[in-house]
């Protein structure tokens, strides 16, 4: 177990485990680092698999390696050991089938399955198996993700075009942070990986707005914005010139994503405001210290903004959290 100051490392395996003791071990570490489950095998020499995982503020990865298991999730797993996050599960090798719901996906390498942990489910591995998995807590969601839940359980697969350039750039962006993960790209990472991960099930549900090159530049402004949101002169123009792009090219993009260049700021600002509004290891931080920290010229713009995503004052936020 590996750990910093923002970020905790752990790693498990069954390799040295006695076969009669593996399922329990296996479902154990799931349960205090992933999610609780029930794993099954029926190979005979017993369940074979490890795991790496990285937890961080409002992100979780793993990369899960094994031979073929079942790992279920039941009604009252769900009940007793609750899990409020989207799990997206990108297949680096095998086959598998997901059930949930009513329904019962098939995938192959290469395949995403997104799916939500409060809603039971089973998902079996036929073969050798590798995932990488994500874990987004469903509290951190943007509000278009947000109503989109109910269309989960979704397989997204790596067809040509637009999708297939964003389900490559999650799965090197990820690697490449498991590879080496610094305190001080974790906040750039969680945000990178989030806004990948939500343009990738957008693009399946609702189709590409615009083109791969265009999808790139409006990433990689999004990745940018979300890495200087605290700084007073995060202006438009300052991410256009940041990305090489004209304002009203970069700001044609934003409209097309259902937003403006300075919607996206301000609702990214928001949103970090309210992370820190109700958590709790941040309770000598007072309201407005958390407002001009991201940007908020007074205390009245911060409470306004507030209010209408979040339907209260911060100070009413802030002390529910604390129940």
Known sequence: MVSSTVFLCTQGSTADVPACERMAYWEALCSTTLVGLRCSSLSPGGLEVEKTGIAMPGLGIA???????????????????????????????????????????????????????????????????????????????????????????????????SGAMLGKTLHATVERFMGNPVDSEVARFCQYARTLLASIIEVELHG??????????????????????????????????????????????????????????????????????????????????????????SQAHFSRAIRERYGAAPVVLREAARF
């Open 63 to 161: 990369d899960i390696r094994g031979q073929d298991h079942v790992i279920e999730r039941n009604p009252a797993l769900v009940r007793q050991m609750p899990k409020e996050s989207v799990f997206a599960c990108q297949l680096l090798q095998g086959r598998a089938y997901f059930i949930q719901r009513d329904r019962c996906l098939l995938a192959e390498a290469g395949d995403i399955v997104v799916y939500d942990t409060r809603i039971p489910y089973l998902f079996g591995f036929l073969t050798p198996m590798r995932q990488l998995l994500i874990d987004v807590p469903i509290a951190t969601l943007d509000n278009r993700l947000e109503s989109g839940l109910d269309q989960l359980p979704l397989k997204i697969a790596p067809r040509a075009g």
């Open 208 to 297: 590409a707005s615009t083109s791969r090159a265009s999808l790139s530049y409006l990433l990689t402004a999004k990745q940018y914005i979300a890495t200087r949101l605290a700084e007073p002169g995060l202006t438009p123009q300052a991410v256009a010139d940041a990305v090489g792009l004209s304002l009203r090219h970069l700001g044609r993009l934003f409209a097309a994503d259902g937003e403006s260049i300075m919607q996206h700021i301000w609702e990214e600002r928001v949103s970090r405001a309210y992370r820190e509004l109700v958590d709790p290891r941040l309770r000598k931080a007072t309201v407005g210290e958390i407002a001009f920290r991201w940007g908020f010229s």
